[in-house]
């Protein structure tokens, strides 16, 4: 039975068991509000353990708590993984089946500011990924110098949901940035929308979307910790059918190992 464990995470039983393979196996949100009081995300503890609740309905068996790392939110780097160790042991208390890895949503125009040390605190599961959220309206040149600069600096880049960053030239921004070896995370709930899904779906045929993700920040409105329903909506797209395995469970599972990743798939070159 493979089984990780998240490194750094002193929280004793903190440990991810994929015990199942398959289309059922167990899923990892890699982006999520879930830390209670600390930005725009969870307001209390109860809320946490009922978006903790949410993700173990759907199959979630670990979440990435991001709290945003930008300028107008005052989260305290040294603080996120005491926290994380918080909300576990509450979780654990109140018997729900899911554990919660550090992590961070690092603003473009933030991660510049971070040491070294606050890096690895802030990248995904405490391994080598950082969330990488991109500057409000279209993505931008220094999007992709950010991701190069991380890649100088040993990490690699999640790059958060491009879809709420649209512009004409947005297929070709993205595929530069996976060409600079990023992977690009989709907001799961947007594909089951009826005024966002077919775009979602487009940008997912297209090769430009790698990983789901709910980012969600309350159990009490707003997107919810799912995302099994939103992998069903990829099943659609024959190209990527192969892959949901690996969008599903490998490539999560790597990034909060830090492990090294390839991508089996590349951006589709647009005709017309
Ligand atoms: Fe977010």
Redesign the pocket.
Known sequence: MPVIVARCLSVPGAEIGFAHGGPRAPMIDL?C?ILPGVDDGALDIRDSAAMARQAAADGIEAICA?P?IRHDHDVRIDEVESRVESVNRHLRGEGIPVVVLPGG?VAETAVEDLSEDELQRVALGRGRWILL?PAPGPLGDSLLRRVEHLAERGHRTVI??PERHLSADMYERIAALIEAGALVQGTADFFLRERTAAGMLALAAAGLIHLLSS?AHSSHGGRPVKMAAAFERLAEIDSLRPHLEWMRKTAPRAIVDGDELDRPFGPVPRTG
Request: hydrophobic share 10%.
């Open positions: 982006h509000h991001t945003h949503e959220e958060a949901h980012d």
